[in-house]
């Protein structure tokens, strides 16, 4: 049976050796017949690594296949600028993941009620991949709730190019035991052939795929460029919050016309592409979206300590 709202305590879950993910319960609503129920929100609180609120939150949307730990090494960074919140998207992380068909929009929803209940608003909205589009649909959604937005490699552009190009990947999604046991009784055959780096990945990719069921939606759900429904191009003209666009000029993943897209529609935007730098921009770039981040944000609030040269 459903608990009351008022009866779940909030949780802290560990993230890795030294840093512990918080569980708030927040109200959602799945189904048409309108029942709201309390789901767990998982996130990362920069207060807990030492870091200050400074008068400022900035809440972190990770990307695809991956959770609020991605943002670790750039909130070590910032936490003495601003209150650096990383959140587990729905479906991912340790996130609510209920059996729905997600879109866009059950994000943006998500995140509206993690932000009213944890006193965030008015905030910055940070977001990679995935989470720079849930960020841009979010901002459109309640542009009056939102100081700024910093969109990192965005995801969100509609790209027919991309329907196909995963479509050998296909099978990693069929829920039989047959793939797990093909893809083990080929690791070891793929040694010799020097395909065992392959394998390695496409069993990581699979089991991901398995255990966040957003991810797994979205791939089942997307094959087709008629499915684009939700994509924010004809849209994002209409922002008028000061953003911030950051790409690799190494990017193998988001084309770099659609983060030009977004900085040339969304008025006064600027676009950064950080050198030698491809998508995995927060875990591999770190010092460099400091350094960005930080002037934006000084930019806005020129009272901000900056902090971006932190080791």
């Known amino acids: 049976m459903e608990k009351p709202l008022e009866s779940r305590a909030p949780l802290t879950l560990k993230s890795n050796q030294t840093h512990q993910k918080s569980i708030q319960w927040v109200k959602a609503q799945w189904d048409d017949r309108r029942n709201l129920s309390l789901q767990p929100a998982a996130y990362l609180d920069g207060r807990k690594m030492g870091g200050a609120d400074a008068g400022v939150s900035l809440l972190m949307l990770h990307g695809f296949l991956g959770d609020s730990a991605c943002w670790l090494p750039l909130m ?11 959140l587990d998207l729905l ?19 998500f995140v509206r009620q993690v932000v009213e209940t944890l006193l965030l608003e008015p905030c910055y909205i940070l977001g990679h991949s995935f989470g720079g589009w849930v960020a ?5 959604q309640y542009p009056n709730l939102v100081k700024g937005i910093i969109l990192a490699a965005p995801a969100g552009i ?10 050998h990947l296909r099978p990693l999604l069929w829920q039989t035991p047959i793939v797990d046991w093909a893809l083990a009784f080929l690791k070891p055959l793929s040694v010799p052939f020097g395909q065992r780096p392959t394998l390695d990945q496409l069993s990581w ?13 979205f791939l089942v759900d997307r094959l087709r460029p ?16 000061p953003t911030l666009v950051i790409t690799g000029d190494r990017d193998e993943t988001i084309p770099l016309w659609h ?9 006064n935007a600027r676009l950064a592409i950080v050198p030698h730098a491809d998508h995995a921009l927060p875990q591999k770039h770190a010092p460099e979206l400091a350094t960005l981040i930080t002037q934006f944000l000084s930019e806005q609030h020129p009272q901000l300590p900056s902090c971006a040269s932190k080791a």
Do not use: M, W
């Open 76 to 86: 070590e960074r910032l936490n003495g600028q601003c209150r650096c919140i990383g």
């Open 259 to 267: 983060c030009e897209t977004y900085a040339s529609q969304i008025p």
């Open 91 to 109: 479906g991912f992380g340790e996130s609510a993941k209920p059996a729905i068909r997600y879109d866009v929009a059950q994000e943006v929803a």
């Open 136 to 140: 841009a649909a979010y901002a459109l």
């Open 226 to 241: 008629e499915d684009a429904i939700d994509t924010v191009e004809k849209e994002v003209h209409r922002l008028r919050v």
């Open 205 to 217: 990719f699979r089991q991901e795929l398995n255990a966040q069921p957003a991810a797994r939606s």
């Open 158 to 167: 509609r790209d027919d190019s991309f329907c196909g190009r995963y479509d």
